[in-house]
T-cell receptor
Framework: AQTVTQSQPEMSVQEAETVTLSCTYD???????LFWYKQPPSRQMILVIR??????QNATENRFSVNFQKAAKSFSLKISDSQLGDAAMYFC???????????FGQGTRLTINP | DAMVIQNPRYQVTQFGKPVTLSCSQT?????MYWYQQKSSQAPKLLFH???????NEADTPDNFQSRRPNTSFCFLDIRSPGLGDAAMYLC???????????FGDGTRLSIL
């Protein structure tokens, strides 16, 4: 069974600085998808970024980028120029090719200090 | 514009009293999911519908049932809620197997 591990329960960063959230996963599959979701307090979970395992290029969405290391099974999220609105719980998630189920990590709570 | 709508946002029920949570979507997605999320934990998949096909997770208690009368609506029924069922319940939708899931705001269920 696939597992996703986020080793940082909590992180904090100064506004305007850069922070990296870690995620590792375990799978025997070669084709799969990886996601980072953001869940602000009492608000909707939204997709931040998505990576297809067959793509070598790291996904980027504005201030959010990933460092995808397939061999190491690592998928970290970098947030540049952190803003107060980035404060949230961040979940790393895995989905196998053809599977319906998302496997979530335990989450990292990110605090942005003004 | 809300695309995955969960009602109500907050639900209080009594121990053992059946409760139904609802989810509707305007995305015309063919897959709908129900997750349970307890405080400071990751969402846990309860079951999902792929079109009309119902898929139950092996560890989902029998107390939890679901109905999907049409593409747009999906319901979560808890037949006899216990104190341990107090949680946030998230509905999500997706188009097919390889597209990202879109989540609703969730329903926070409290058990008295």
């Amino acid at each position: 069974a696939q597992t996703v591990t986020q080793s940082q329960p909590e992180m904090s960063v100064q506004e305007a600085e850069t922070v990296t959230l870690s995620c590792t996963y375990d799978t025997s599959e070669s084709d799969y998808y990886l996601f980072w979701y953001k869940q602000p307090p009492s608000r909707q979970m939204i997709l931040v970024i998505r990576q297809e395992a067959y793509k070598q290029q790291n996904a980027t969405e504005n201030r959010f980028s990933v460092n995808f290391q397939k061999a190491a099974k690592s998928f970290s999220l970098k947030i540049s120029d952190s803003q107060l609105g980035d404060a949230a719980m961040y979940f790393c998630a895995y989905k196998g090719q053809g599977a319906q189920k998302l496997v979530f990590g335990q989450g990292t709570r990110l605090t942005i200090n003004p | 514009d809300a695309m995955v709508i969960q009602n109500p946002r907050y639900q209080v029920t009594q121990f053992g009293k059946p409760v139904t949570l609802s989810c509707s979507q305007t995305l015309n997605h063919n897959v709908m999911y129900w997750y349970q999320q307890k405080s400071s934990q990751a969402p846990k998949l309860l079951f999902h519908y792929y079109d009309k096909d119902f898929n139950n997770e092996a560890d989902t208690p029998d107390n939890f049932q679901s109905r999907r009368p049409n593409t747009s609506f999906c319901f979560l029924d808890i037949r006899s809620p216990g104190l341990g069922d107090a949680a946030m319940y998230l509905c999500a939708t997706a188009w097919g197997q390889n597209q990202p899931q879109h989540f609703g705001d969730g329903t926070r269920l409290s058990i008295l």
